[in-house]
């Protein structure tokens, strides 16, 4: 099984730097209230304790993500008493090893353990052992409502996402992420649109990359390689990107980081498979859209504050 919401093992562990706690009466604030429980503003210091280098923008980004996923856990945890989802601790202790092993296996210095990294980035083992609960339980949960026929369904709406299908991309990026005002925002996307105009005038793709792109790919003329169906992209660049035909250029596109203009500049059909070959990462999948939309419900329907 693989587990799910484990607190930002991954997510932050380039960014380690240390980083000065600042004074006890900040640590004591409330910096959030979940239906009446408190997040503490220590509990978000220690684990921002190691990145006090990274930038302003970047450590305001990885504040929020601790914050969201301590909300999270709190949702999570009192979705799993309500529906009276039991996980036992030899469940736990199961899915703690086989991590470790998995950890373990995957690091060239295998002295570095997995307690270690979560120290690092402010984290411990009954944190982990939390969000291990969480996701045996959502397993558990949706087990059931995920049945052979809904897991074919999903499977025939999205073979791309299981068959290997690829296309390699170049884009034009303005960074909105600094940007607070409707009128910063606007100007932005004025400015990608004019671009695309310039572009359609008969400016080339790559002299437009390397006059206009904020993004670091712009040394490499946009390019940001081979990507596939499910990624580390936003959904609206996903689709974008695999509705383009090789050589096509798209239209402005939003997402977190800014506006994009996309250009496809090849594509790797996806192998034949069947069902069977790939239902585990099918259900997989589904799970990850079903979790989603469940968190989703929790936050709409919970009585959250954020005291910023």
Avoid: W
Avoid at 24 to 34: G, Y
Avoid at 259 to 277: A, C, R
């Amino acid at each position: 099984m693989r587990t799910l919401l484990i607190p930002i093992i991954i997510l932050f562990s380039a960014l380690i730097q240390p980083f000065a706690l600042s004074d006890e009466s900040a640590q004591r604030k409330i910096i959030a209230t979940v239906n009446g429980k408190t997040i503490p503003q220590e509990d978000v210091l220690r684990r921002l304790a190691n990145f006090k280098n990274a930038d302003a923008l970047t450590l305001s980004s990885i504040k929020q993500e601790i914050i969201d996923h301590l909300v999270t856990d709190i949702l999570l945890e009192e979705f799993v008493d309500k529906q009276g989802l039991i996980v036992t601790q030899r469940e736990i202790e199961d899915e703690l090893n086989r991590m470790t092993k998995d950890f373990a296996g995957n690091q060239l210095n295998t002295t570095q353990s997995l307690e270690n990294v979560l120290a690092l980035i402010g984290s411990n083992i009954n944190e982990l052992k939390s969000s291990v609960k969480h996701s045996i339980a959502l397993n558990k949960y949706f087990k059931d409502k995920l049945d052979n026929k809904a897991l074919e369904r999903v499977f025939e709406e999205n073979k791309g996402l299981f068959n290997g299908e690829s296309v390699r991309i170049s884009h034009i990026l303005i960074n909105t992420r600094g940007m607070k005002t409707k009128e910063e925002f606007s100007k932005a996307l004025e400015q990608i649109s004019d671009i695309k105009k310039e572009i359609n005038r008969g400016l080339s793709f790559d002299e437009a990359v390397a006059k206009y792109s904020n993004c670091p790919s712009a040394q490499y003329g946009g390019d940001l390689g081979f990507i596939q169906k499910k990624g580390n992209f936003a959904k609206t660049f996903l689709d974008t990107a695999f509705s383009l035909k090789v050589g096509q250029i798209s239209e402005p596109v939003q997402t977190e980081y800014g506006y994009h203009i996309i250009k496809v500049t090849d594509k790797k059909e996806g192998l034949d498979i069947k069902f069977e070959d790939v239902k585990n990462k099918v259900y997989t999948e589904a799970l990850d859209v079903e979790i989603i939309k469940l968190l989703d419900r929790l936050k709409k329907e919970a009585n959250i504050t954020i005291n910023e």
